[in-house]
């Protein structure tokens, strides 16, 4: 809907060093390819975005969808009407039932992790199998996690991930991971991403459903949360320049502060709980109270949503139909 229109192929190719043609027609390739890439498409209506952009017959049987798939036929800012309209709908969970068919999701999945299997080569270049869960918190308060499997597609393949019309709490996530590793014996790891467009979530000082944090809670998010992704293409969530006012050269850039994913505005106190830097501060007060540090998090960036993934660090995580960030060093997949 925003006007990507290569799939998760070429975006692993690409990352490989290999030349495609851009969605606008130009031919390109990277002048120092990437150690690893993680395609990351969002689990809440897997794949169904390019279908309803190809005309798929069952779609188009919806009105709803079919209205889409027309807007998005004229691009520009109907496209984009269409992109905001959609969001909206998934945040209010008003979604067209096709969306939510698993049918679709699990095609695509098996599909992209083909796809990371064929293109995996161990001690040249890593594709890591992943997705992201989409939680906007029933109104656009972004608490999404791009979730990277350690292992392959032999494992990633036994369960679909795990999708907001299940739950929209990170509490039942990291339930999700701990149920998937019992049962598949892999390894999972969640990034958090945008806390700037939270509305003050992201690193709130209580649980989701606003109970008061306990060890077992702060165990269990460091657990499966060691890396947060301080930058991307929305906006970075590393300082805010009210939070640290005399450092301008981390703190006074790449600003997307006025709301949250809808737009919805910020109110007083919200952007305290929005910035890494804040958050690791907590932590620590968080550590002396209970003993465990629910914000002990490391740094990525990147996320890239044009299938195109560029050089920051040596890695990047971009996401796929709609819309994902590096690590310093380049990790290697078990087959």
Do not use: C
């Not at 992109?83 to 969306?99: D, G, H, S, V, Y």
């Not at 996690?145 to 292992?151: E, G, M």
């Not at 804040?278 to 890239?304: P, S, T």
């Amino acid at each position: 809907m925003g006007g990507t229109t290569l799939g998760p192929e070429e975006a692993l190719r690409f990352a490989r060093g290999e030349e495609v043609v851009s969605t606008s027609g130009q031919p390109v390739r990277l002048s120092r390819p990437l150690d690893w890439i993680a395609v990351t498409d969002h689990s809440d209506g897997m794949g169904t975005i390019a279908m309803i952009r190809d005309g798929n017959a069952e779609m188009m049987t919806d009105p709803t969808l079919k209205r889409w798939h027309d807007l998005m036929a004229k691009g520009g800012a109907d496209a984009q009407a269409a992109m905001l309209e959609l969001i909206a709908a998934q945040t209010q969970k008003k979604l067209p039932q096709l969306i939510m068919d698993p049918r679709f999701a699990k095609t695509t999945w098996e599909r992209n992790n083909d796809f990371a299997e064929k293109y995996n080569e161990p001690g040249r270049f890593t594709a890591l199998i992943g997705y992201e869960w989409t939680s906007n918190a029933g109104g656009g308060d972004n608490l999404h996690r791009n979730v990277i499997y350690r292992d392959g597609k032999a494992k990633a393949d036994q369960v679909l991930p795990m999708t907001t019309f299940v739950s929209e709490n990170p509490e039942d996530l990291w339930v999700w991971m701990a149920n998937w590793e019992k049962q598949t014996g892999g390894r999972l790891l969640a990034i958090p991403h945008n806390g700037n467009l939270s509305n003050g979530r992201m690193f709130e000082l209580q649980t989701f459903k606003g109970g008061p944090i306990t060890r077992e809670w702060a165990e269990q998010r460091a657990k499966w949360e060691p890396l947060f992704e301080a930058i991307q293409y929305k906006g970075q969530s590393e300082a805010h320049p009210s939070l640290s006012p005399t450092d301008e050269f981390t703190a006074g850039y790449e600003l997307w502060d006025r709301g949250n994913l809808t737009l919805v505005p910020k109110k007083p106190g919200m952007i305290a709980h929005e910035y890494l830097r804040e958050a690791l501060k907590n932590g620590l007060l968080l550590d002396q109270q209970l003993g465990a540090n629910a914000f002990k998090y490391g740094m990525a960036a990147g996320d890239g949503h044009a299938q195109r993934a560029g050089r920051r660090g040596r890695g990047q995580l971009t996401a796929s139909s709609p819309p994902a960030s590096p690590v310093p060093s380049a990790p290697t997949r078990t087959r």
